[in-house]
């Protein structure tokens, strides 16, 4: 059964620092380029990072470049999204997504909630 299980959500301060962990299951994590997505209420779904498969590329999105930082470890089958110097604008449902490099299959997390306020 695949799983894919966000978690470290919370609320903190603007100015703050949250990291993000997606733990795997049930595929072969090594295989997948991972990604972080995000929705606002009432805003599209939107990409905040990937990360291919091995960890050797990474991509972000402007909004968070230099703030942000997505990594993986194969090994123990987790996803991270260091989150620093948060903003109110960050405020969202975070997702992790993770996509086959070849098949293109796709598998989605339940969500953890970030939100940024004083």
């Known amino acids: 059964q695949v799983q894919l299980v966000e978690s470290g959500g919370g609320l903190v301060q603007p100015g703050g620092s949250l990291r993000l962990s997606c733990a795997a299951s049930?595929?072969?994590?090594?295989?997948?380029?991972m990604s972080w997505y995000r929705q606002a209420p009432g805003k599209e779904r939107e990409l905040v990072a990937a990360i291919s498969s091995t960890g050797g590329s990474t991509n972000y999105a402007d909004s968070v470049k230099g703030r942000f930082t997505i990594s993986r470890d194969n090994a123990k089958l987790t996803l991270y999204l260091q989150m620093n110097s948060l903003k109110p604008d960050d405020t969202a449902v975070y997702y992790c997504?993770?996509?086959?490099?070849?098949?293109?299959?796709?598998?989605w997390g339940q969500g953890t909630q970030v939100t940024v306020s004083s």
């Open positions: 049930g595929f072969t994590f090594s295989s997948y380029v």
């Open positions: 997504k993770a996509v086959h490099a070849l098949t293109r299959r796709a598998y």
